[in-house]
């Protein structure tokens, strides 16, 4: 997979993109991650990307031009047709079945703004899709843009090593993990369930997905489908 990035912050990338699974994934060339600076399209000598609002109103606006130049010059560059996507609060919520969609793609643009939000031809004139974090607000896309990368890349194929790979399926299956242990068996009084010691693999399975069930049911009730609940 290919991943372009249009951002003004550039250097907020470099240490997520360095360290752990994204870090591997782009050594064994599982996916190819790049960083463009919008500010490097810009034509004037102020190196301008904002103006005022339209119209009045607070803040500063993401102006049409320098994205327009930098996402035309990416095209230009490689012939496949990205998916290309914005990173708004006023996007679709971003959840673990988009990560899994978007992981199918052979090439990712993903454009990160600041200020009060972009002009709104930038999403119509690039055919992109919105995508939300979540319902808070964030100073900017950045973050939005590398948690997106995070969730996608750890889905490709040979991205995790075996002990990870379970955890997403079972998200996917709509409940919460079961609680996790290791040595020691009594860490200041606070003691491993017994059945955990047991050896009965049979009993464990049941009692961990009983508890999936039950924190499901306590802490993400929304989760819960018809049959569960
Ligand atoms: Cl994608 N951008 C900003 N600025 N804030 C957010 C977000 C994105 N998603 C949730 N909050």
Request: glycine residues 8%; contains cysteine; aromatic residues 6%.
């Amino acid at each position: 997979m290919r991943i372009d990035v249009l951002t003004l912050f550039p250097e907020m990338f470099e240490s997520p993109l360095s360290h752990s699974i994204l870090k591997r994934a782009q050594e064994r060339g599982i996916v190819d991650i790049a960083l463009t600076n919008i500010r490097d399209f810009t034509t004037d000598s102020y190196k301008k990307v904002d103006d005022k609002p339209y119209g009045g109103g607070p803040g500063m606006v993401m102006m049409c031009a320098p994205v327009f130049d930098a996402f035309e010059h990416l095209r230009q560059a490689c012939p496949t047709p990205p998916r290309v996507i914005l990173l708004t609060p006023q996007g679709r919520k971003f959840d673990q079945a988009l990560a899994r969609d978007l992981s199918g793609a052979e090439r990712l643009l993903l454009i990160a703004g600041r200020y009060e939000g972009f002009d709104e031809r930038i999403g119509t004139g690039l055919e992109a899709e919105q995508i939300s974090i979540g319902d808070y607000v964030l100073s900017g896309g950045e973050l939005a843009a590398m948690v997106v990368i995070d969730a996608v890349v750890r889905l490709l194929p040979e991205a995790l090593g075996d002990a990870a790979s379970t955890t997403e399926e079972s998200f996917s299956e709509g409940l919460l993990e079961y609680p996790h242990y290791t040595r020691p068996e009594d860490f200041r009084g606070m003691k491993v369930p017994e059945i955990l010691l047991s050896g009965d693999h049979g009993k464990i399975a049941q009692w961990r997905h009983q508890q999936r069930l039950e924190r499901t049911r306590t802490q993400r009730p929304d989760l819960l489908s018809p049959e569960n609940a």
